[in-house]
């Protein structure tokens, strides 16, 4: 199985509510990643999972709050989200550690809609 | 400072015709570079992964060569088809870090 999974497909909520993505991977990857993405840009990293602790943030606002529950999933709870956070968000795993061919994986992605 | 920089932005091709892609950067020390390919609101999907010690390498009509002296990889895409239209993602990984470098891609389209 090679395959990274996310759910929901697409989320419309409104600037008040809370809601949460989910990211799956059976591949026994130990790095795990939130990226966003823009309309014609390339994806921008959030933050990085590895052995299932944070261990990158790219100053991201805390109305974004990730969690990883074990080593499979990630989730990137959602609240108090502005307009501009609309995109698309990609999750991805990687094995981690310095493999030379540490490769990343991506899912099909969350395309977030924020009224 | 760490930086992938493609080119060009864009490129529009008639189908049937060959076309290479550019990619260029400063990531230090070096531990591979791989090519994606992502269409519109999907995610990137990997054409090609090399190390510092491999020239080319290749999938299908695809072959990514590497020049790791001068920093410098190519994508040739050999007689495009339709659903070759997409952008080209080159993305770079240090080594012994779990940080990945994207370039902001060149958006490919194969015309009839």
């Known amino acids: 199985d090679t395959e990274v999974t996310q759910t929901p497909k697409h989320l419309v909520m409104g600037m008040t509510n809370k809601k949460s993505l989910k990211c799956e991977q059976h591949m026994g990857h130990r790095a795990m990643y939130w990226y966003k993405q823009k309309a014609k840009k390339p994806p921008e990293l959030m933050f990085v999972y590895s052995y299932e602790k944070l261990s990158i943030n790219e100053s991201v606002p805390s109305r974004f709050s990730p969690e990883c529950p074990n080593s499979s999933l990630l989730n990137l709870h959602l609240h108090a989200l502005q307009p501009e956070d609309s995109a698309l968000y990609l999750c991805?795993?990687?094995?981690?550690?310095?493999?030379?061919?540490?490769?990343?994986?991506f899912g099909p992605g969350t395309r977030l809609t924020v009224l | 400072k760490n930086q992938v920089e493609q080119s060009p932005q864009s490129l529009i091709i008639l189908e049937g015709k060959n076309c290479t892609l550019q990619c260029n950067y400063t990531v230090s020390p070096f531990s591979n570079l791989r090519w994606y390919k992502q269409d519109t609101g999907r995610g990137p999907v990997s054409l090609t992964i090399?190390?510092?010690?491999?020239n080319t390498k290749s999938n299908g009509r695809y072959t990514a060569t590497l020049d790791a002296d001068t920093k410098q990889s190519s994508l040739h895409i050999t007689a495009s088809q339709l659903s070759d239209s997409a952008s080209y993602i080159c993305?770079?990984?240090?080594?012994?870090?779990?940080?990945?470098?994207f370039g902001s891609g060149t958006k490919l389209n194969v015309k009839p």
């Open positions: 991805a795993s990687s094995q981690g550690g310095s493999a030379s061919y540490n490769e990343q994986f």
């Open positions: 993305v770079v990984r240090p080594y012994n870090f779990n940080k990945f470098y």
């Open positions: 090399m190390t510092f010690s491999e």
